[in-house]
């Protein structure tokens, strides 16, 4: 019995060890863009990766569509996603669905 419980906890260990942490990832929005993002990875011409406090950071481009050389992961991660002004000024977007956009900030 004892060994089956030292095999059972050495497989939880070995499982979260091989989780990825939690991350953060930042979308960097055009001020008043509406519509659909879409973000294509492993593009060798694509933008170079960028990242800010540890974060990746998207910037997406007034047609909403990114190529980036970044890899794609599968991970837990939080979103967090920001309209981006002529001046740089950041304005949080405070409500974001993938199927239909509202922006409560404005």
């Known amino acids: 019995m004892r060994t089956l ?3 059972l906890l050495v497989a939880i260990i070995q499982f979260f060890a091989g989780c990825k942490q939690n991350q953060s990832e930042i979308y960097l929005l055009p001020d008043g863009f509406k519509g659909k993002v879409n973000i294509v990875f492993n593009q060798i011409k694509g933008v170079p990766p960028k990242y800010e406090g540890g974060k990746r950071a998207y910037e997406i481009p007034n047609n909403g569509i990114l190529l980036t ?3 794609d992961e599968y991970r837990i991660v ?3 996603y920001f309209y981006v ?3 740089n000024k950041r304005v949080p977007l ?3 669905n993938d199927s ?3 922006d409560s900030s404005r």
């Open 69 to 71: 050389q970044f890899k």
């Open 94 to 96: 405070r409500l974001f």
């Open 85 to 87: 002004d002529s001046l």
């Open 78 to 80: 939080k979103h967090e």
């Open 5 to 7: 419980q030292f095999f």
């Open 100 to 102: 239909s956009f509202t």
